[in-house]
Each structure stands twice: as C-alpha cells, then as structure tokens.
C-alpha cells in the first residue's frame, strides 16, 4: 500500500518496474536529500582541498596526508555497512540530523586543530557524519524516486559530487587567503543541514509508520550468483574509487610539481575533476533507467581507459580537458552500479548503501594512503603512471548477469 501522497515503501519500489514510476516522486524530498548531500561533501572535500595548506603547516608527508584520508575514509568504512544493515531492520530517518552534527564538530576541529592527531581526529568525525548520513539518506532518496530509481540515485549523488567540486574552490578563493581558521565558517552550512535534515526525516517517519508491516521481496537470482555479483560489483567500485582517491588526494600536487601552478590554480584544476564526476553521475543515473544499469557500466569501463592511460603525458590544457572527461566517464558508472546491486537484493537499501558509499569507499582510502607511500618513494608523477591502467580491471563485469538489462 502507499499513502496518498503517492510514495510507496523501500520493498514495495523495489518490486515496482524500472521502465516506468509506479508512483509519484517526490521531488521536494529529493532536491532536499541531494541539498544536504552537497552540504556533507563539501566538508569532506574540503579536508582533501586543504591538505597544501596543512601539508605546509604542520610539515606532513605523503605518507602523513594519506593516514588523513585514510582515517576518514576508513572510519565511514567501518560503520557504514553496519549502520546500513541495522537501519535495513530497523529504519532511523530521525538519524540523518545526528550524521550531519558529527560533520559540524569535525569541521571545527579541522579549522583549530592545534597539532597532526587533532587533524585526525576532526577527519574521523567528519568520517561518522558520512557513515550515519549515507544509508539513511539513500533509504529516502529511493523512498521518494516514485520508482525513477537510477533518477533518484543519480539526483542523490549529484549533490555529492557537486559538494565535492565545490570544495577545492571554496578552498583556493576563501581558505588559502584567509588561513586555515576560515574553514570554520563552513560548519554553519552544516547547522542548516542538519535542520533541513530534521525536516526531511520526519517525512521519512511518517511513510515508516504508515508502513510498518513490510512484505519480503524475494531475490531476483540463487543466493550464490547474487552474493558473486555484489562482489563483482563492489570490486568495480573499489578500482574505480582508487583512481577516484587518487585525485582527490594529489592530483594538486601533481599539477603543481609538473606544470608548476600555485595553489590556487591547482585547486581549479581539481574542480574540473570533480565538476567532472558531478556531470557523469548524473547522465550516468538518467541514461540507466532508459538503457539499464549494466550498459552503463561497460560505457564506464570502455570510456575511461584512453583518457588515463593519456593524462600523465600531457600539457598542461590538455590535462585539464582529459580530467573533466575522466570525471564524466568515470563516475557515470556509481549510480548504475548502486541502483544495480539493489535490484540484486530488493528491500536491503541501506546495506547496499553502507556497503558502496562506505566500504569500497574506505578501500579507497586504504589506496590513498599506500599511495602516498609510493609518492614519498618514487615521486607523485609515478602515482598517475601506476592508476593509469587500473581502469582495465572493470572488465570483470563480464561476469554480472544480465538480469534481462
């Protein structure tokens, strides 16, 4: 059954076809979700936009900016999946406020941090906020798709991934001016979010209670030939987070080492990256639910190879067109894969949450931090050569099924 309004619950969209939407979506529940997504990510990318300034500061390494992102990554890693699979039981929409507060305190914590273990504990914190605001957040977005899944997915992350290209400008044109204490400024958008939060949750807790008693939605394949796929699928994420990771984290440093920009001009180059990623995921979410997610999926992994196999070999214009076009086809493929892997397992959206904004994310951290090692060691130049090819391990998605896609 759905209310009036239109939006049925977690299983009952899941059972709903993809070609077309069984109800009304929602698109003040989305626009809000992806609002207070684009608030979360700014936050975060502006840990990764201000590791030259902190770099500088505190006299880090590689090695030292890795753990960073390591520390955050790995801490939303931990949780998310559990958290995930908690609120599948037991759904805690009035949560989504909570996640948003931990980023409130994390960010203050990065603009007053006296010393490096500070740093890394306002990371970590930064980390919890993602983790409790992802499976949640996901559970909603898909809630109000009106079963426009890859439309909701994709307008859900596109706030991310928007918030994430914000960062590095907000960065160069406010908090390297300003110094470091002007990232403080950042946590009132945070307070917003979790307001708007607080309202978005309600609405998620009325459709809850309206829709206590859930059915069970049946696997679409033999438990065996799901669980090889989510592994299949997870691992294309982790390979495609690595490459992702290691942009986020030294593609600045690798445009000022090579070309010889300043910050700022650094930072613009990562934006182009990121407004990359934002364009990709949303094309990539409005074109699987015409095509189907998997033909996505193989578009990501065919597309992207020529452009990073090129971008260590090129000029300086050149690497900003081939990052905008690495972003673009690289983060058209997560919203397909998301929106995949819950059709895999109907009714478990924030396990699938937790398990691909947070697990294979926190491997990625893994990789940033070893591959700041590596650019200790060999130079940051040897990073791009190594990440280059990676995107040829995506053609293990031969092995999904095909699920009538």
Request: glycine letters at 12%; proline letters at 6%.
């Amino acid at each position: 059954m759905s209310q009036q309004t239109g939006i049925g619950t977690d299983n009952e969209l899941a059972a709903a076809p993809r070609t077309g939407a069984a109800t009304a979506t929602a698109w003040p529940v989305l626009l809000s979700i992806s609002l207070c997504h684009m608030i979360n990510d700014v936050m975060q990318s502006m840990l990764a936009a201000i590791y030259p300034l902190l770099r500088t500061e505190f006299t880090l390494s590689y090695a030292q900016i890795g753990v960073m992102t390591f520390a955050f990554q790995v801490t939303a890693s931990l949780l998310q999946p559990m958290i995930g699979a908690a609120t599948d039981r037991h759904p805690q929409p009035r949560s989504l406020p909570l996640g948003m507060s931990s980023t409130f305190c994390g960010v203050l914590l990065l603009a007053f941090a006296p010393n490096y273990a500070m740093l890394l504990t306002g990371a970590m914190l930064i980390g919890i906020g993602s983790a409790v605001f992802h499976p949640e957040s996901s559970r909603v977005a898909r809630l109000a798709s009106g079963g426009r899944f890859g439309t909701a997915q994709s307008l859900f992350q596109l706030g991310g991934n928007f918030g994430q290209s914000l960062g590095p400008l907000l960065a160069a044109f406010i908090v390297v001016p300003l110094g470091r204490p002007a990232v403080a400024w950042f946590a009132v958008a945070a307070a917003l979010g979790a307001g708007l939060l607080w309202r978005v949750g309600g609405w998620a807790e009325g459709r809850r209670r309206a829709h206590a008693a859930r059915p069970d939605t049946a696997w679409p394949l033999p438990r065996g030939a799901v669980l090889w796929a989510i592994a299949v699928l997870a691992l294309l994420t982790f390979t495609k987070n690595i490459y992702a990771a290691a942009m986020t984290s030294y593609f600045t440093f690798f445009t000022i080492e090579k070309f010889g920009l300043g910050p700022q001009g650094a930072q613009i180059m990562l934006f182009l990256f990121l407004a990359g990623m934002a364009g990709g995921v949303m094309l990539g979410g409005l074109v699987g639910d015409r095509i189907g997610p998997l033909r996505v999926i193989w578009f990501s992994i065919l597309g992207v190879l020529p452009f990073t196999l090129a971008l260590p070999h090129v000029g300086l214009i050149p690497t900003g067109v081939l990052s905008v076009m690495i972003g673009l086809v690289l983060a058209s493929a997560f919203p397909a894969i998301v929106v995949f892997a819950q059709e895999l397992v109907p009714g478990r959206t924030g396990t699938i949450a937790g398990l691909f904004f947070g697990f294979s994310f926190g491997m990625g951290g893994i990789a940033a931090a070893a591959l700041g090692v590596l650019a200790d060691a060999k130079g940051i130049e040897a990073v791009f050569l190594l990440c280059s090819g990676l995107p040829v391990l995506g053609l293990l998605a031969i092995f999904l099924p095909r699920m009538g896609h």
